[in-house]
């Protein structure tokens, strides 16, 4: 009977504000990451970049004079979210953040790097659905998103939806790209002294299509767990430039532990709703 207190619901409030806050700050590291780690890429001007700018009709010399300007605003717009979290520079990197990640199978590439690079458009939108302006309007967004957000049960509600089809996606994505076999997945596996990469793409494929259903019709905490050291360690064996490629799944590693958050938060909610229903009775 402590549990239905109003000690006990206030100690519940709390872990669920804390909770909250939680997501908020996972979220806006997250997305930074995803644009520092991206600009970083252009800067170094990273070869394969010339066939996106080629979908825009850009050649290669252009291409390798416009990827450090790239880079750049990249870099700032991630500062920014990190300093000064306006909406509207959330609202551009879910944009821009959609727009890159398409021009890959634009490009020949395949559509799984599309929806693999969920993370990186989805976690800026997710943070956005977690702080509501307090107006609407053109004005709003050039507002602050809120630090402190108190989101109401709709759009919590939404918020964790949003997360759990990003969360399926970039695994989806990644366990597509697995099965397709491609080529630098393949030499990761190589490099790490696997004698049949093959089988093991296919294996880690499988094992990622699964995860991804799982965390979309039922996601469970232990499995986020497992997901975000999967994510996080595997992302560590790019051939090259590994620190900015693992800087640059940010999103991915962000959302499954911003989904891991909110589930806890969910869980709080509805023990404070069945000990108010307690008491009422």
Known sequence: MKDFTGEGQEASAQKTNRNVLRIYETLRIASAMCFIGHGAFGII???????????????????????????TIDILLGLALLFYP???VAGWLVCWGLVTATLRPLSGEPWGE??????????????LLLSAPATRGFKAWWSRIDAHPHPDA??????????????????AGHG?????????LLAQYTGLGFSDPVKVA??????????????????????????ILWKMGTELFYPHWELFEWIERGGSYGSLLALWLALDTTR?????TSAKTAITV
Do not use: Q, S
């Open 45 to 71: 001007t990273k070869p394969v970049w010339c066939n996106y700018f080629a979908v825009l009709g850009i050649g290669h010399d252009m291409a390798y004079r416009l990827m450090p300007l790239v880079g």
């Open 86 to 88: 306006l909406r509207a």
């Open 114 to 127: 599309l929806i693999e690079r969920a993370g990186n458009y989805g976690a800026p939108l997710a943070l």
């Open 154 to 171: 709709r759009t919590f509600a939404r918020l964790t939806l949003c997360l759990r089809i990003v969360v399926f996606l970039l695994l």
């Open 176 to 184: 597509w790209l697995n099965l397709v076999e491609k080529k630098a």
């Open 202 to 227: 296919h294996l880690a494929g499988a094992f990622e299509l699964l995860a991804a259903l799982a965390v979309l019709i039922r996601p469970v905490r232990p499995l986020l767990v497992a997901l």
């Open 268 to 272: 709080v909610r509805a023990g404070i």
